[in-house]
T-cell receptor
Framework: DADVTQTPRNRITKTGKRIMLECSQT?????MYWYRQDPGLGLRLIYY???????NKGEISDGYSVSRQAQAKFSLSLESAIPNQTALYFC?????????????FGPGTRLTVL | DAKTTQPTSMDCAEGRAANLPCNHS???????VYWYRQIHSQGPQYIIH???NNETNEMASLIITEDRKSSTLILPHATLRDTAVYYC????????????FGAGTTVTVRA
């Protein structure tokens, strides 16, 4: 079983709809992240959380919100989706022990907003 | 401002070593060099990281110049499955959560 799972894997929605992307992890990590990737570009950080009840804005948080329901779950919401939020979304986790901790990524959710 | 500079693309022959360069001339003393790769729209995968000493693991070797202004990732025996976008990232150890992915190098391994 995958350590970091994302649901759904693909989603097509319409402008103005509310969308929630979910991420679950079995690695026991405290830190979780949401990124988006646009075609031909690198990943950009949307939000991150160091533990339950800790939420931090990343590079591009406008238009998004998150919820850290438990250590293992971190969801990303688009309250009113717009076409320029069409992208590939990745969830990631990392430990908080030591330095230079690697991040483990989920398989991604491909979101299309029409 | 980009902290790293990588070639846009490179080709490599299967079975040969692939040497991926990265320039990071403004790196600070507390910043690590990380390498990740992304295979065709999958989630990025961590490869290796280092501070100033050369590092090796089961996937690759990382060679950092003495002045730390550049580094090279070496895939010792490239396979077709190593075809991916490779990202060189510079980050302070205290900010290891803030990975900044640029455009990376698209590496194509050819049979």
């Amino acid at each position: 079983d995958a350590d970091v799972t994302q649901t759904p894997r693909n989603r097509i929605t319409k402008t103005g709809k509310r969308i929630m992307l979910e991420c679950s992890q079995t690695k026991g990590h405290d830190r979780m992240y949401w990124y988006r990737q646009d075609p031909g570009l690198g990943l950009r950080l949307i939000y991150y959380s160091f533990d339950v009840k800790d939420i931090n804005k990343g590079e591009i948080s406008d238009g998004y919100s998150v919820s850290r329901q438990a250590q293992a779950k971190f969801s990303l919401s688009l309250e009113s989706a717009i076409p320029n939020q069409t992208a590939l979304y990745f969830c990631a986790t990392s430990d908080n022990q030591g330095q230079g901790n690697e991040q483990f990524f989920g398989p991604g959710t491909r979101l299309t907003v029409l | 401002d980009a902290k790293t500079t990588q070639p846009t693309s490179m080709d490599c022959a299967e079975g040969r070593a692939a040497n991926l360069p990265c320039n990071h001339s403004t790196i600070s003393g507390n910043e690590y060099v990380y390498w990740y790769r992304q295979i065709h729209s999958q989630g990025p995968q961590y490869i290796i990281h280092g501070l100033k000493n050369n590092e090796t693991n089961e996937m690759a070797s990382l060679i950092i110049t003495e002045d730390r202004k550049s580094s090279t990732l070496i895939l010792p025996h490239a396979t077709l499955r190593d075809t991916a976008v490779y990202y060189c990232i510079v980050n302070a150890w205290a900010n290891d959560y803030k990975l900044s992915f640029g455009a990376g190098t698209t590496v194509t391994v050819r049979a």
